[in-house]
């Protein structure tokens, strides 16, 4: 394991923090290379620089040294989204971090604190608390993850607690000051915490301003926000919108669906079968240890709008492939329609939830019913045998 900048020994584990910073260049400079050869390989045109609209079928690229025009049909503005900051916070790449600065930065913090409990928040207190920084998480309300299910929320903190992580519940953080050593962070209920750095994970904003978008009559949202349509269209027919600048969904997988189905849709491939996008059923991950995952409707979503739901759930503890793992952390929970038996969710906690949330994904999306997954032949000892266990 000495290329990922991990060694073990008798006495334990130790990380080489600057060969893991190395290897993290590597496997994002190999990704880079690979996209690029890619798009050469389509003959893609790749102009590097700053693009703003000039008109609706005109862009300025500011090019090193240079402007270059460039006339378009149709284009598609995917700018993506950039961390918010607080009007309190001042963030200096140096003690004062935002996500984008945090990945990794150039020394491994002695005392992280992490304001921002969402999904971002809790995965950089999950990577510091790891390689061996004391972490502190400020939790602006009464439990961790606010918009997933109280149950795996819970499961997640009893595990952040377990690793020693401090957490200020019901605490919002209203000021951020520089010290000699370090920062401190004050939060509105009078406490205060002192650390080396602090990291701001408060969500993000959409990289829509300075696009020009008005000279294209590309309408935004109050928030800044390109609303689209299901075929990713703007409102000006020709230009489209995809990734988090959509303000649809902030992942890297819907992004790139999104993309797909605007390139579908000016090829004119989009009168064959197709399928809009169903926001609802995106399976999403948070990788932590253990890892979460989820996809299609919650509980308490369907609790909220008073849907009847089935819910059936088995603990990784009757496992054997866990077992055998020596890791039975965790469940998985199916939800599905009891009228009908059609899977309509499902949420897993525990080793490799984010690969096996895929079987769930897939029977939301195509409508399978709860026997279909019961009834498959699944290999023995796995941990997807735990799913078909679930939905029973
Ligand atoms: C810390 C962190 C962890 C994440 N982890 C995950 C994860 O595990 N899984 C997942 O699915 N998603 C994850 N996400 C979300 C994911 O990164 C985004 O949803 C995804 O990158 C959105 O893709 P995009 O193409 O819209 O934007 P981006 O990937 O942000 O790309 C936008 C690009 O446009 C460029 N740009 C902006 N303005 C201009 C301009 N005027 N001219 C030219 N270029 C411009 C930007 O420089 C950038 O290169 C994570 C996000 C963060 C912050």
């Given at each position: 394991m000495g290329g990922l900048g991990l060694s073990s020994s008798a006495s334990g584990s130790t990380v080489d923090y600057e060969a893991?910073?190395?290897?993290?260049?590597?496997v994002t400079g190999r990704l880079r290379c690979s996209v690029e050869q890619l798009l050469s390989s389509q003959g893609v045109r790749t102009v590097l620089g700053e693009a703003t609209f000039a008109g609706p079928h005109e862009l300025s690229v500011k090019v090193p040294g240079d402007r270059e025009v460039l006339h378009f049909d149709a284009a598609v503005v995917c700018t993506g989204s950039r961390p918010r900051i607080p009007e309190w916070a001042a963030p200096d790449g140096e003690r004062v971090l935002t996500t984008r600065q945090a990945y990794p930065p150039?020394?491994?913090?002695?005392?992280?604190?992490?304001?921002?409990?969402?999904?971002?928040?809790?995965?950089f207190v999950h990577m510091f608390g790891s390689l061996g920084s004391q972490v502190s998480l400020i939790v602006s309300r009464q439990h961790v993850l606010p918009h997933k299910d109280p149950e795996v929320a819970a499961a997640l903190e009893e595990e952040l607690l377990r690793r020693g992580v401090a957490l200020y519940k019901g605490a919002r953080a209203a000021a951020i000051?520089?010290?000699?050593?370090?920062?401190?962070?004050?939060?509105?209920?009078?406490?205060?915490?002192?650390?080396?750095?602090?990291l701001l994970a408060v969500g993000s904003v959409p990289n829509s301003d300075h696009l020009g978008l008005e000279l294209a009559g590309v309408k935004v949202d109050n928030w800044g926000y390109v609303p689209i349509n299901h075929h990713c269209q703007t409102n000006i027919g020709h230009i489209y919108a995809a990734g988090d600048v959509s303000g649809k969904l902030p992942l890297s997988s819907v992004a790139s669906m999104q993309g797909?189905?605007?390139?579908?849709?000016?090829?004119?491939?989009?009168?064959?079968?197709?399928?809009?996008?169903?926001?609802?059923?995106?399976?999403?991950?948070?990788?932590?240890?253990?890892?979460i995952a989820d996809v299609g409707l919650a509980e308490?979503?369907?609790?909220?709008?008073?849907?009847?739901?089935?819910?059936?759930?088995?603990?990784?503890?009757?496992?054997?492939?866990?077992?055998?793992?020596?890791?039975?952390?965790?469940?998985?929970?199916?939800?599905?329609?009891?009228?009908?038996?059609v899977v309509l969710g499902g949420s897993i906690v525990g080793d490799r939830a984010s690969e096996l949330i895929s079987v769930i994904a897939l029977a939301v999306t195509a409508g399978l019913k709860v026997p279909d997954l019961v009834e498959s032949c699944l290999v023995h000892p796995s941990l997807a045998e735990a799913i078909a266990d679930a939905a029973e």
């Amino acid at each position: 394991m000495g290329g990922l900048g991990l060694s073990s020994s008798a006495s334990g584990s130790t990380v080489d923090y600057e060969a893991l910073r190395a290897r993290i260049g590597q496997v994002t400079g190999r990704l880079r290379c690979s996209v690029e050869q890619l798009l050469s390989s389509q003959g893609v045109r790749t102009v590097l620089g700053e693009a703003t609209f000039a008109g609706p079928h005109e862009l300025s690229v500011k090019v090193p040294g240079d402007r270059e025009v460039l006339h378009f049909d149709a284009a598609v503005v995917c700018t993506g989204s950039r961390p918010r900051i607080p009007e309190w916070a001042a963030p200096d790449g140096e003690r004062v971090l935002t996500t984008r600065q945090a990945y990794p930065p150039p020394q491994l913090p002695e005392h992280l604190v992490v304001v921002g409990s969402g999904v971002t928040g809790v995965e950089f207190v999950h990577m510091f608390g790891s390689l061996g920084s004391q972490v502190s998480l400020i939790v602006s309300r009464q439990h961790v993850l606010p918009h997933k299910d109280p149950e795996v929320a819970a499961a997640l903190e009893e595990e952040l607690l377990r690793r020693g992580v401090a957490l200020y519940k019901g605490a919002r953080a209203a000021a951020i000051d520089r010290t000699g050593t370090g920062v401190v962070v004050h939060c509105d209920d009078g406490r205060s915490v002192a650390a080396s750095h602090a990291l701001l994970a408060v969500g993000s904003v959409p990289n829509s301003d300075h696009l020009g978008l008005e000279l294209a009559g590309v309408k935004v949202d109050n928030w800044g926000y390109v609303p689209i349509n299901h075929h990713c269209q703007t409102n000006i027919g020709h230009i489209y919108a995809a990734g988090d600048v959509s303000g649809k969904l902030p992942l890297s997988s819907v992004a790139s669906m999104q993309g797909r189905k605007a390139a579908e849709h000016i090829m004119g491939l989009h009168t064959r079968e197709h399928r809009h996008i169903d926001y609802d059923k995106a399976a999403s991950a948070i990788f932590t240890e253990p890892e979460i995952a989820d996809v299609g409707l919650a509980e308490a979503e369907a609790f909220a709008t008073g849907r009847k739901i089935r819910v059936t759930k088995v603990p990784f503890g009757a496992s054997a492939r866990a077992l055998i793992n020596d890791d039975p952390r965790g469940f998985v929970k199916i939800l599905s329609d009891p009228a009908t038996g059609v899977v309509l969710g499902g949420s897993i906690v525990g080793d490799r939830a984010s690969e096996l949330i895929s079987v769930i994904a897939l029977a939301v999306t195509a409508g399978l019913k709860v026997p279909d997954l019961v009834e498959s032949c699944l290999v023995h000892p796995s941990l997807a045998e735990a799913i078909a266990d679930a939905a029973e």
